[in-house]
């Protein structure tokens, strides 16, 4: 019998979630309920099978007499036309709307009635999602306070656990009397404990608990079930418990989604790691840290001891129903093939895994607060919805490729995810390997400007996210000699390269105009033109210098460039001959950079200057600072999303230099009398802004966060630099 082809289905974040008397609602936060043409371009990836909200809260939020589809009309007969079959969700996270909350009596039954209303609306509707992840909702609401209703007991837990899974029969059941071939999509976390010797019984605890939503769902726990009495001690009626053992609940698809954080370690030394990882549970205090933290055996964690677990538990049909992982984009990758390949292996094995689902889509908002925050953290999917239309990331085109032949190859996945890599390890181990291969000769970057600063902190952060590089300087290869160029690249046949070095004196360069257009203007071309008979990407940078100043805002990337230095017209006259060369580069244009790890830039500088009690003169000219590592980061995943053209890129904030140099002052406990303005020369302002998506955080935490990593004592008398 021929094994039917593995899918590629989508999902949106759609969590409508309620903290307080506040809602958190994902698809407002992340464009997706402002934009139709979002299904389009679902479509365009080759993707037929999604994860949509019909969402109770959105529906029907003042009353459960009165339902507005509004909204969910339009989406669903665009599916429809699009060939995309919808796995309705109608309740993601959320406790339902202000009427009612979980440990309410009747919340089973209200939500049954809107999956009737659900169905009768939309009988063409075959597959539903109830409930999303009811146990981790329950732990969120229930155990942990994170979401409404905020209880914090194991009472108020398993209530809502339960409550939950009554909710799924019911709602099932009402949704059958419609479409009796109606099947129930039942998604949960599924992860693993794993313990120090003291703390196995806390482990084997969670070790149950962690299955408990599906072992309900299908009629197990009984009374023989070790949490059967569990249940009945913390206030469940043994009715629901009853009404459950009939099994009408069981999925037809087991939806399985499993993060790098589903699996955790307990070790009561807690010192060994960061503070916001200790607790206990009364008995015992103990740190709760990410399993792959700790040098446990590879075979016993990830996705396909998890999924292996749950086939041979169950023998349902299964579905990894959401793969996301927020982090750079070479590791977003790394994770999303680990998934699909575990899944093939696991396929192979005879395991009836169906799919695999990319997840979030659009994005996702403050999930690293759990949404316990607003401070609008985004964390990207295979669209960027910070452009003024979604943008493709790498993710797109994983997707496209995954969906419509099966395969996806990029040189990052040469090398394994930070999880399987030592920078894991809160203490590494003795014999550990110092990296993790998955080729023999991993393809590599090519980095320009050895000696200067953007060349070097390229080369620190590409080994941190295992981007295997050369890293070369104008000894090496000489950008503006077509011969040299030509001859390193035959040597390191790089994927791409990143240029980084050129010309960078600005005012020396008003006397030495012919060598800082060699290094600036021609050997970006030369560049430029190899890379483009190659086909390979090149990304160069260029500076805010191209602007004079003088427009009275930020500078867009459309806005016409007018140089009034030397160096600010060899790097426009850059930006015109790479972009005739090769159409396909990318050019960064930045501004003020200032990082840890340079002891030669402008806020070094001014607090170099303070500490010895030195007053020092800052402009009253307005820039964009940009902080070194965050330009890098950002840098990189557009490199490998494939990003062309020109684009600004600069921390959000805008600020003369004096007011920069006054911030880092006040920041390291400086007085910032001791500085002093330019006085009586006119004031430009060439700060970046940009009409192609916000990617860089805000000046303000860039500055926290310099002090936090460039790891000095600042004192009046002098400066003691930490140990490297």
Known sequence: MMKRALELWGGIECTVARVGDEYRDQSLETGYSERLGDLDQIAQLGIRTLRHPVLWEAISPESPDRADFTWHDERLARMQKLGIRAIAGLCHHGSGPRYTHMLDPAWPELLARHAANVARRYPHL???TPVNEPLTTARFSGLYGHWYPHGTSYEAFLKILVAECKATVLSMRAIRKVRSDAQLVQTDDMGKTFSTPLLAYQAEHENQRRFLSFDLLCGMVNRHHPWWEIFLENGVSEADLELLLEGEGAPDIIGINHYLTSERYLDENMKRYPEHHWGGNGRHQYADAEAVRMPLPAEELGPAARLREVWERYKRPIAVTEVHHGSSR??????????????DTLRDEGADIRAVTIWSLFGAVDWNSLLTRRNGFYEPGPFDARAPEPRRTALAHAAEALAKDGTYDHPVLDRAGWWKRDIRFYKRPANHSKSCWLADEPRQLLITGATGTLGRAFSRLSEFRGLN?????????????PKSVRQALRCHK??????????????????DTKACFRENAVGAEVLAKACADLG??????????????TLGRPYVESDQVNPTTVYGASKAEAEARVMAAHDKALIIRTSAFFGPWDRYNFVWSVLNALSKRESLEASGDVVSPTYVPDLVNVALDLLIDGGTGIWHMANVGEMSRRDLAAQAAVRAGFDPALLRGAEGLPKLNTALSTERGILMPHLESALDRFFIDSEVEWSEDHLTMAAE
């Open 126 to 128: 075959d597959l539903y």
């Open 330 to 343: 070479d590791d977003q990758l790394r994770w999303l093939m680990e998934v699909w390949n575990d899944v």
């Open 469 to 481: 590089h050369a890293l070369l300087s104008r000894s090496d290869m000489d950008i503006a000699d």
């Open 494 to 511: 790089p994927w791409a390269i990143i240029n980084t070095a050129g010309y960078v004196r600005v005012r020396e360069a008003e006397s």
């Open 536 to 549: 390979i990407p090149l990304m160069t940078f260029s500076s805010d210098l191209v602007f004079d100043g």
